[in-house]
């Protein structure tokens, strides 16, 4: 069976440490060519986050990521870089595995335009606005004065509007996401986010939200974070998975909902889901309980619709 995978932070660890290969299986990578091989992952995501290590994230540090993303992943005969629909369905004729170039938090673009639409012509095609916390364009989920966008930001909402990057609201407050609602015509993700009622932790999203996303088309990837998907986390398995997913169906997102794994950016995980590798323990869990067609289009194919109708052509 096929899968995609709409989140993780590869690249940030690949940025981080020059040392690691991308073709090789270490315990360091949760997601490289050899596990993404194991599991049949068609399609990566891989996000663009500089974490809170670097003290003044610059667009300069964006385009080292982007550089990273060319020379340690797709410069490997295995991987093909994904930028619109059409590269989407050349891979699904070959035996290569799809990357598609993301960004977690617009901070290190301070504003600035054209920095923006320059991401959009390098190729990166999903945009988180905020991580956790405030930045020039909205305040993230964790941010305590619980603001929503700045001028400047929704500014930017109907810039990236005319762009080939689809919005990611992982993360965002409430405030900016409902505000977000409001003005944006497009659908939008949530690439990695869960469900608030089952697990309420302030990344996971109300069902008011998840039905705002499913109204718009849009697209939810399940988590696999511990503590996004139970409370007490340390006892987090596949079936807290299903539970998610079973409300997420319940509210009528059984079209809508996908995977956003988060790996390599997570140091804890759930039971049986160590590393990308061990999609199969979710596919097993998932035939118990759902038909073949249904686990299908969670693991690939409402993905696959998202973006094939998302994606420039
Ligand atoms: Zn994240």
Known sequence: MKIVDGHCDALTKLFQNGKLEFNQDVSELDVCIPKLQQAGVKVQFFAIYLSESIPNPSFEHVLQMIDIFHRKILNHPQMRWIRTASDWLLIEQTQEIGAVLTIEGLDALAGNLTHLRILDYLGVRCAGI????????????????????????KLMLKEIETMGIIVDVSHLSVAGFWE???????????????????????????????????????????????????????????????????????????????????????????KDLRHVGDYGNIIEALCKNYSESQVEAFLYGNWRNFMLQNLPQ
Not at 142 to 150: A, H, I, L, V, W
Request: proline content about 3%.
């Open 180 to 270: 977000l609602v409001d003005v944006y015509r497009k659908p939008f993700i949530a690439s990695h986010s869960n469900a608030y009622h089952v697990c309420p932790h302030p990344r996971n999203l109300s069902d008011d939200q998840i039905k705002a996303i499913i109204q718009c088309k849009g697209m939810l990837g399940i988590t696999f974070v511990p503590y996004f998907l139970e409370n007490l986390y340390s006892s987090a398995q596949i079936s807290t998975i299903l539970k998610h997913i079973d409300h997420i169906c319940a509210l009528g997102g059984e079209s809508q909902i996908g995977f956003g794994s988060d790996f390599d950016g997570i140091d804890q995980w759930v």
């Open 130 to 153: 905020t991580w956790n916390y405030a930045n020039w364009a909205a305040d993230g989920v964790m941010e305590s004065r619980k603001g929503g966008f700045t001028k400047k930001g």
